[in-house]
């Protein structure tokens, strides 16, 4: 729980605050939701409850639909984005149909709530050879920070390597949350001096940023899904990794062979220099030695994309590129559903529109009669 809805929380009356805390361990034990999920969904109920009580509601029971429409108004008025708009709208009918079968609503208050239609904008995708050259990246500095006759591993220097690729000592957030190629992305201050990394870790990253470029256009899992995999998640010898997706739902996800070479140097010459002894069964680490944190996942992934000369890229859109070009080179859409641990077909679907909306810009530039 954030600092902001921490303080909110312990502010509710007792009664509301239990019922979050009850609320929230029914989505993470009963509806087995993510951290992230259950994190999201708390945060929301906080705002409304902390909405509903300045607005005069001094119990659950005082909850209506009216109350819950003047809410979800003054977030639009704050400036909400319609996506975040239809989450909020959805957690508060799924707390309210769940207090009602608790019985601390006398009726599921917000069955009738309707939510803004999040508009799905089709997703950018990089072309085959944009993600070659992006793939490609961290190589072309492994190969110019070692010399001839040394393992790569050893990593003396790193010219090519984006600045910022780095353990920042100051980042005590996340002992795995360093400042790597790429910290440029979503700055929002001016970025702060950071102290030189070991020279025998810089080829350690390299390798490491190497790999997670590899695992998520290679594979197309999730951002968080990457960073969550253990050693042991991998099948070396079918080449197949077993991923731990939404909801609990286990599935396995072959690599080709780059990402197998990227992660046979990861794990003979790169993971060893970073693991600590508390860096227990993590594939990807930090540079400190702790499991890669998403959030700097993100940060190498923007990095390499600008080292590459691309336009910003997002571990998502790494995922849509893999997708698209699957579909592309004449795959199943259903294989494609279960290698992305799609739920449903319709998830799946968007990247259909991505391959025709790309046939439609070749057959304008190309057809005489377009």
């Known amino acids: 729980m954030r600092r902001g809805t921490r303080a909110a929380h312990e502010e509710l009356p007792a009664p509301m605050r239990e019922a979050v805390d009850d609320f929230a361990d029914h989505l993470s034990r009963v509806r087995d939701r993510s951290a992230h999920t259950v994190r999201a969904y708390v945060t929301d109920l906080v705002s409304l409850l902390d909405h509903a009580v300045r607005m005069g509601c001094a119990d659950l029971a005082g909850l209506d639909l009216a109350m819950l429409r003047s809410w979800l108004a003054k977030q639009r008025t704050m400036g909400a984005a319609r996506t975040t708009m239809a989450r909020r709208a959805a957690a508060a009918r799924t707390f309210s149909a769940w207090a009602h079968r608790a019985g601390l ?105 190497r790999l997670l470029l590899e695992l998520l256009y290679g594979t197309g899992v999730r951002v968080s899904e990457a960073c969550g995999l253990d050693v042991a998640d991998v099948d070396q010898a079918r080449r197949v990794v077993r991923v731990l997706g939404k909801g609990g739902r286990e599935r396995a996800v072959p690599y080709g062979v780059p990402a197998q070479r990227a992660l046979d140097a990861w794990l003979r010459h790169g993971r060893p220099r970073l693991a600590t002894p508390g860096s227990g069964r993590a594939l990807l680490l930090g540079a400190r030695g702790g499991r890669l944190n998403p959030t700097t996942a993100r940060r190498i992934v923007a990095g390499w994309s600008g080292a590459a000369g691309l336009p910003r890229v997002t571990p998502h859109g790494l995922r849509h590129s893999a997708a698209t070009h699957l579909l592309e080179g004449g795959a199943d859409l259903r294989a494609v559903q279960e290698l992305l641990g799609h739920s449903s077909l319709a998830s799946t679907q968007i990247y259909t529109h991505v391959s025709v909306e790309r046939l439609r810009a070749a057959y304008r530039q190309a057809h005489p009669r377009a």
């Open 105 to 209: 609503l006398p009726h599921d208050v917000a069955a009738p709530l309707a939510s803004p239609r999040a508009g799905r904008e089709l997703p950018t995708v990089l072309r085959a050879d944009q993600a070659a050259a992006l793939m490609d990246a961290p190589l072309r500095a492994v190969d110019a920070s070692t010399p001839a006759g040394t393992a790569p591993a050893e990593g003396r220097t790193a010219a090519p390597v984006p600045a910022g690729n780095t353990a920042d000592p100051g980042d005590t957030a996340d002992p795995s949350d360093t400042a790597d190629p790429g910290d440029t992305a979503e700055r929002s201050e001016a970025a702060a001096p950071v102290a030189a990394a070991p020279e025998d870790a810089t080829g350690a990253v390299l390798l490491r940023d």
